[in-house]
């Protein structure tokens, strides 16, 4: 079914949905990747769509590392 969301995973927090959202058109406007607003995401390349993946994950990563050597000290 073309169009159609296929992303099976799921949030373990639904409430973080918007700032994850936020997140990801922010990441894009950094590395100078222009996000569709209507959510089709067909006209992004893999290596673009993998950018914005990776940057995110690392942008993640050290929020949790940051915020547990504050609560381990």
């Known amino acids: ?3 159609a969301n296929r992303n099976s995973n799921q949030l373990v927090v ?3 949905n918007a700032a994850l959202d936020q997140m990801k058109y922010e990441v894009a406007q ?3 990747i ?3 607003q209507d959510g089709y995401y067909g ?3 893999t290596r673009e769509a993998g950018s914005i993946g990776g940057y995110i994950t690392r942008k993640l ?3 949790a590392e940051q915020t547990l050597a504050g609560q381990y000290r």
């Open 1 to 3: 079914m073309p169009g």
């Open 14 to 16: 639904p409430q973080a």
């Open 30 to 32: 950094e590395l100078g």
């Open 34 to 36: 222009a996000l569709p």
């Open 43 to 45: 006209n992004i390349t």
């Open 61 to 63: 990563v050290q929020i």
